[in-house]
């Protein structure tokens, strides 16, 4: 080019960000003539950085800005926030001068994403009582927040808030309403939002089946799926998921068995979570030998939430042979199955004590001392389901 201007600069960097190549985007910011680099190039480099989650450099380049927009303080706080430090997201929030709606979104939507819900509603009052009326940015956030907390009191006034605001009913705000009454358990709500929907994406589907999965209504769930199936929105991974689990604790092991098969069909490939679901419909129904061959079967290295379930299952059953046998796979696991693992030790120990075989019980407690854990409450969603 015989002339490059501002734009032009700001494009290159902006495209090898894109693509990944921060080294190639970074040669082109430091080349860019001191006349032509403006508040708008340094932030196109902050910003490829924070997308990349390269927060240091994002941290170097942001600080040595002689000025800053909103946008940048903004990228500054989602970066952190995509990178779970939240902390040092709100350090970089309170140092804005001069905040506006999206900065306060910013933080909020950070709150939220990394579950710190309470957090993220007590930013949305101090939002309003510093005069900022919320859009629908807010409004999913908020609602995300108080799906996560189950504080559906909360969601409602949130709900009812929506008209008197003149808050657009976007599909962002219909998908938050329905996952937040389905999520907290209201699913007549739920039920009224999501067929009043004239369009459903599959963030809408997933909340709808979700919710009836978690809260009992197995065999509705699996109706919503094929629904879905019928409709012109495809089922992607969370959707299996979500039915598997739906199959699993409502004892459908055919359904479950059939719904598992379907994902070759949608170009979808299995994932560990879709093989623990599947593992826990069979040990749910008492098919440990299944539940077992499946396991060794796997091309995905079996972690511990899928060992979880098993042991789950072979405690509901009281299956010894079953319990020894897994107990040599896990013994010969390497130790990076996961940290924290600890239910498998106090799972171990229960099926044991259980059987009378109380030598063998507190040899597995003293293998839990000796690994420096303590018995915390199972953190595994099959194994907590187990009982």
């Known amino acids: 080019m015989s002339m490059r201007t501002s734009v032009t600069w700001v494009e290159m960097i902006t495209g090898f960000a894109r693509s990944g190549d921060t080294v190639t985007a970074r040669r082109f910011f430091d080349q860019v003539p001191p006349e032509l680099k403006n508040v708008v190039t340094w932030t196109v480099m902050v910003e490829g950085y924070c997308s990349n989650g390269e927060m240091g450099a994002a941290r170097e380049v942001f600080e040595a800005m002689p000025q800053r927009n909103f946008f940048v303080w903004s990228s500054m706080i989602s970066g952190y926030c995509k990178k779970g430090d939240v902390r040092e997201a709100k350090f970089i929030f309170d140092r804005i001068p ?11 939507s950070g709150y939220a994403q990394n579950g710190f819900s309470e957090e993220a509603l007590k930013a949305f009052g101090k939002m309003q009582a510093e005069g900022f009326e919320p859009d629908e940015v807010t409004v999913g956030s908020v609602l995300s927040a108080c799906a996560q907390s189950g504080q559906l009191d909360v969601g409602k006034n949130i709900h009812n808030m929506l008209g008197h605001k003149r808050i657009k009913l976007s599909q962002i705000v219909l998908n938050a309403l329905v996952d937040m009454y389905a999520k907290c358990g209201d699913l007549v709500n739920g039920r009224l939002i999501f067929e009043g929907m004239t369009e459903r994406n599959s963030v809408c589907w997933n909340a709808m089946i979700s919710g009836l999965a978690i809260h009992g209504q197995c065999k509705e769930a699996l109706e919503l799926f094929h629904r879905m199936e019928d409709s012109n929105e495809r089922p992607d991974d969370i959707t299996f998921i979500s039915v598997l689990s739906a ?5 459908l092991v055919d359904e479950g068995i059939e719904t598992f098969s379907k994902m070759e069909k949608y170009g979808l490939a299995a994932g560990i979570k879709h093989y623990g679901c599947l593992v826990d419909l069979l040990g749910r129904a008492g098919r440990l030998r299944e539940a077992y061959a499946l396991i060794k079967r796997m091309p995905i290295k079996p ?15 009281m299956d010894m042979e079953m319990t020894e046998q897994v107990v040599k796979d896990i013994s010969t696991l390497d130790s990076n199955i996961g940290s924290g693992d600890n239910f ?13 075989r109380w030598e063998t019980a507190e040899r597995m407690r003293i293998a839990m001392v000796n690994e420096g854990f303590q018995k915390t409450p199972a953190h595994s969603a099959f194994v907590a389901s187990g009982t």
């Open 247 to 251: 199959c699993a604790h409502g004892g």
């Open 303 to 317: 972690n511990g939430m899928v060992w979880g379930a098993m042991l789950g299952a072979c405690r509901i059953y």
């Open 98 to 108: 001069v905040r506006n709606l999206v900065n306060w979104n910013s933080l909020i």
């Open 344 to 356: 498998h030790y106090v799972l171990l120990s229960n099926i044991y004590a259980a059987s009378d």
